[in-house]
């Protein structure tokens, strides 16, 4: 099956610095979404991205849909406490895939004050 | 303003015991997915269920049965509980812009 090779697993940084992490395929992805999850809930939507090249902001954040649809990256500027926690790439095939989502392995975010 | 909701939020289940996952959604969308979720394995898809009255496998089905009840309703269901069935369980449900509504998860220990 389809796999997302997110990177790096975990990052430990301090706040005010910039954060970037990306996800790989294999194979092509029509769409690519970028998640975070706090403690205890559930994945949130951060970023939608559903064209190659794409490029996306929401406040902080910045995300990117690949040129080869094989990959998308995640960057936080100046990052603060709040911003941790675990961040999920996810792509949709595109055709008769109903809307099912391959998740990356998650990046585990930890910001010192 | 519940979006997805679901329960119980926490379980401990003895080996081969059976239960209900239950999940429901208000914002009317016509596919729900249920996905367990391990440390360093990201979350993996069990079932899903493109619009009512269909439902079709996902990555990691085995042990695992669902229904959609309604439009609302997607529960999952474990029939006889194992110890690798220890997991979070999150339901969500899905757009027409391919993005995905997610509850808050059940937490379920097997013994």
């Known amino acids: 099956g389809q796999q997302l090779n997110q990177s790096p697993q975990s990052m430990f940084i301090q706040e005010g610095e910039d954060v970037s992490m990306n996800c790989t395929s294999s194979s092509i992805f029509n769409t690519w979404l970028w998640y975070k999850q706090d403690p205890g809930e559930g994945p949130v939507l951060l970023i939608a991205l559903y064209k190659a090249g794409e490029l996306t902001s929401n406040g902080r954040l910045t995300a990117q849909f690949g040129i080869t649809r094989k990959d998308s990256f995640l960057n936080i500027s100046a990052s603060i406490p709040s911003d941790v926690g675990i961040y999920f790439c996810a792509g949709h095939a595109g055709g008769t895939s109903y809307g099912k989502l391959t998740f990356g392995q998650g990046t585990i975010l930890t910001v010192h004050p | ?111």
């Open chain 2, 1 to 111: 303003n519940a979006g997805v909701t679901q329960t119980p939020k926490f379980q401990v289940l003895k080996t081969g015991q059976s239960m209900t996952l239950q999940c429901a959604q208000d914002m009317n969308h016509n596919s729900m997915y249920w996905y367990r979720q391990d440390p360093g394995m990201g979350l993996r898809l069990i079932y899903y269920s493109a619009s009512e009255g269909t439902t079709d496998k996902g990555e990691v089905p085995n042990g695992y049965n669902v229904s959609r009840l309604n439009k609302r309703e997607f529960s999952l269901r474990l029939e006889s509980a194992a110890p690798s069935q220890t997991s979070v369980y999150f339901c969500a449900s899905g757009t027409a812009a391919l993005t995905q509504h997610f509850g808050d998860g059940t937490r379920l220990s097997i013994l």
